[in-house]
């Protein structure tokens, strides 16, 4: 087995408490993902560790959800672009439009 370059499994503990004081915890949560795959690959293929010292690590928390309601300009810039498909719309006034990135846009009224 390969010589690890960190002392004990509470090095990745610190490590993630400090990254969590400099970034995001999504930001966080991802680069775990990433390090975790990589000892991962080390350990099942390549044979250079006997288990991954990322298992017990706890995670940090997820952030809370954000929403982000459109601007006057962007409902503007949506009506301009859709034309006839929103004719009559009456936004902001009776409709709260949510977009989340990577799903589509949900309207609730």
Do not use: Y
Request: aromatic share 6%; proline share 6%; no cysteine.
């Amino acid at each position: 087995m390969a010589a690890l370059p960190w002392g004990s499994d509470g090095d990745f503990a610190d490590w993630r408490d400090r990254r969590l004081q400099e970034i995001t915890t999504g930001s966080v949560r991802r680069e775990v993902v990433q390090i975790s795959s990589a000892l991962t690959l080390a350990r099942l293929e390549w044979g250079l560790l006997s288990r991954n010292p990322l298992e017990g690590l706890k995670w940090p928390k997820d952030s809370a959800p954000r929403v982000r309601l459109p601007t006057a300009d962007e409902i503007e810039a949506l009506r301009i672009i859709a034309g006839e498909d929103l004719h009559g719309a009456s936004w902001p006034d009776q409709t709260v439009v949510m977009l989340m990135p990577n799903r589509a846009a949900s309207s609730f009224s």
